[in-house]
């Protein structure tokens, strides 16, 4: 009987029919995937923990392994603890003069450390220990106050700044050069020399402590973060942003300002290492809290030069605090940058 076209090709040969066709095709994928996933296997393990993760997530893992960061977050953290609870640490009040009788600084005659006074009395026969760590309370409240006043101000004048010059066209350009050409001239003038300028205008005082160093670093933060704007503002999802048709000012606070705040967070820890110093430095030079009955380390400083040659340990306990603070944060910061920096990281 002849055979049908449909049933051969035209050499002759049968075609395959739809089941057959099928089923090579399923055992042709099933030999490509078992290809790939050799291939797989052969580049490395897969971490399917660590799928996924951001670049908060990311840095977190790297700082937890940083040696660096480690040691800056102790150091923090037990100065947090201290000045956090100042009153309960401190076995003596820092204004009473208890010892008043035993101490002489006319002649020279100091009391060091002993079991009842850990560092020791200062010249009006108060307990060192117990000012250290009231000070610290009152170094901690002057340093987070200023950063918080300069990354305020200073990331509501780059944050407008750095939305003008990235969405706002002709007119944004404009707002971008006034601002920035304020920002230039609070730079050009040293921070500590306009946090004393500031100072010296308001009074000497607590509050023109925190109000002097914050305005000092407010450049800092500014420019920092309109840098950062402006280069996202030339991201792939800015552009995809703009091409939806999404309104500017959206971009700008909703994609823009969060991708932005990285390096400005990681700025605000260095520069509360920055503050304390600096606030130390006004403290020192009398434009502090001219009440003893909060004392800082700053004017506890300024107190003891008279007596650097008779009782030098008055000036090293509040220098060494000042200087393993400032340490402390400013190492954490710098993990902190080499863990979100890509450029950075190790």
């Given at each position: 009987?002849?055979t049908?076209p449909?049933?051969?090709?035209?050499e002759?040969?049968?075609?395959p029919d739809?089941?057959s066709?099928?089923t090579g095709?399923?055992a042709?994928?099933?030999?490509k995937?078992?290809?790939?996933?050799?291939?797989?296997?052969?580049?490395?393990?897969r971490?399917?923990g660590?799928?996924?993760a951001g670049?908060?997530?990311?840095a977190?893992?790297?700082?937890?392994?940083?040696p660096?960061?480690i040691?800056g977050?102790?150091?923090?953290?037990?100065?947090?603890?201290?000045?956090?609870?100042?009153?309960?640490?401190?076995?003596?009040?820092?204004?009473?003069?208890?010892?008043?009788?035993?101490v002489?600084?006319?002649?020279?005659?100091?009391?060091?450390?002993?079991?009842?006074?850990?560092?020791?009395?200062?010249?009006?026969g108060?307990d060192?220990?117990?000012?250290?760590?009231?000070?610290a309370r009152q170094?901690?409240?002057?340093?987070?106050?200023?950063?918080?006043?300069?990354?305020g101000?200073?990331?509501?004048l780059?944050g407008?700044?750095?939305?003008?010059?990235?969405?706002g066209?002709?007119?944004g350009?404009t707002?971008?050069?006034?601002?920035?050409?304020?920002?230039?001239?609070?730079?050009?003038?040293?921070t500590?020399?306009?946090?004393?300028?500031?100072?010296?205008?308001?009074?000497?005082?607590?509050t023109?402590?925190?109000?002097?160093?914050?305005i000092?670093?407010?450049?800092?933060?500014?420019?920092?973060l309109?840098?950062?704007?402006?280069?996202q503002?030339?991201?792939?999802?800015?552009?995809a942003a703009?091409?939806?048709g999404?309104?500017?000012?959206?971009?700008?606070?909703?994609?823009?300002?969060p991708?932005s705040l990285?390096?400005?967070?990681?700025?605000?820890?260095?520069?509360?290492a920055?503050?304390?110093?600096?606030a130390?430095?006004?403290s020192?030079?009398?434009?502090?809290?001219?009440?003893p009955?909060?004392?800082?380390w700053?004017?506890?400083?300024?107190?003891a030069?008279?007596?650097?040659?008779?009782?030098?340990?008055?000036?090293?306990y509040?220098a060494l605090?000042i200087?393993?603070?400032a340490?402390?944060?400013?190492?954490?910061?710098?993990?902190?940058?080499?863990?979100?920096?890509p450029?950075?990281?190790?």
């Open positions: 009987m002849p049908t449909s049933a051969h090709n035209p002759g040969s049968p075609v739809a089941e066709a099928g095709g399923t042709l994928l099933g030999r995937a078992a290809k790939i996933d050799r291939l797989a296997e052969l580049m490395g393990p971490d399917e660590t799928h996924g670049i908060w997530r990311t977190f893992s790297r700082l937890r392994r940083s660096m960061a040691t977050a102790i150091i923090v953290a037990g100065f947090v603890v201290v000045a956090l609870f100042a009153p309960l640490l401190a076995p003596y009040a820092p204004t009473a003069q208890t010892w008043g009788d035993e002489f600084p006319n002649q020279n005659i100091f009391v060091g450390p002993r079991a009842e006074n850990w560092l020791g009395l200062d010249n009006l108060r060192q220990f117990s000012r250290m760590v009231i000070g170094t901690l409240l002057v340093g987070v106050v200023a950063t918080l006043v300069g990354f101000v200073g990331a509501l780059g407008t700044a750095g939305a003008a010059a990235t969405l066209g002709r007119w350009r707002i971008d050069n006034a601002i920035m050409r304020v920002i230039d001239m609070m730079l050009a003038l040293p500590l020399l306009l946090a004393v300028t500031v100072a010296a205008l308001i009074g000497p005082s607590l023109t402590v925190m109000l002097a160093v914050g000092a670093q407010v450049p800092i933060f500014a420019r920092l309109r840098g950062a704007m402006i280069s503002g030339n991201r792939d999802y800015v552009l703009r091409a939806l999404v309104r500017k000012h959206k971009i700008a606070l909703t994609h823009i300002l991708n990285g390096p400005v967070i990681v700025q605000s820890t260095l520069t509360l920055t503050a304390i110093i600096d130390a430095a006004l020192y030079l009398g434009l502090g809290n001219p009440d009955s909060f004392p800082e700053g004017t506890m400083l300024a107190d030069q008279r007596f650097l040659s008779s009782a030098p340990q008055l000036a090293v509040p605090a200087i393993v603070t340490l402390g944060f400013t190492l954490l910061g710098e993990a902190m940058r080499e863990a979100l920096d450029k950075l990281r190790k």
